[in-house]
């Protein structure tokens, strides 16, 4: 079991950046691959970035690269966010995977809630204004 816990999310003008953490906790935390999800009001749930359990692998979604970076260090999971922009408004989420190394890092259904051995956080808000 894996627990996660998100921090950091907030309201930040355009322009701004952000630092989200999610701290893991848990049999076996440090070995499980880590993502990033967002979900905006009235839109599915998408993938924004992902590591691997080493940190030598990351996935980012085409919308953010450049702008964003997903790193980890032991326990704890981390997204800079710069250049935000409005259409960033969403409720972030922290996600855990063990077992799944097979399955590339942006396969969004080895990420599924439902799946033995991954876990999710409850989100934290981040709000971009113009």
């Known amino acids: 079991q894996v627990q996660l816990v998100e921090s950091g999310g907030g309201l930040v003008q355009a322009g701004g950046a952000l630092r989200l953490s999610c701290a893991a906790s848990?049999?076996?935390?440090?070995?499980?691959?880590m993502a990033w999800f967002r979900q905006a009001p009235g839109k599915e749930r998408d993938i924004v970035a992902a590591i691997n359990w080493s940190g030598g692998r990351t996935y980012y979604a085409d919308s953010v690269k450049g702008r964003f970076t997903i790193s980890r260090d032991n326990d704890m999971l981390y997204l800079q966010m710069n250049s935000l922009k409005p259409e960033d408004t969403a409720v972030y989420y922290c996600?855990?995977?063990?077992?799944?190394?097979?399955?590339?890092?942006?396969?969004?259904?080895?990420?599924?809630?439902?799946?033995?051995?991954?876990?999710w956080g409850q989100g934290t808000q981040v709000t971009v204004s113009d």
């Open positions: 848990g049999r076996n935390s440090n070995a499980s691959d």
């Open positions: 996600a855990a995977r063990l077992g799944s190394a097979s399955y590339p890092l942006a396969d969004v259904t080895s990420w599924r809630r439902e799946r033995a051995g991954v876990y």
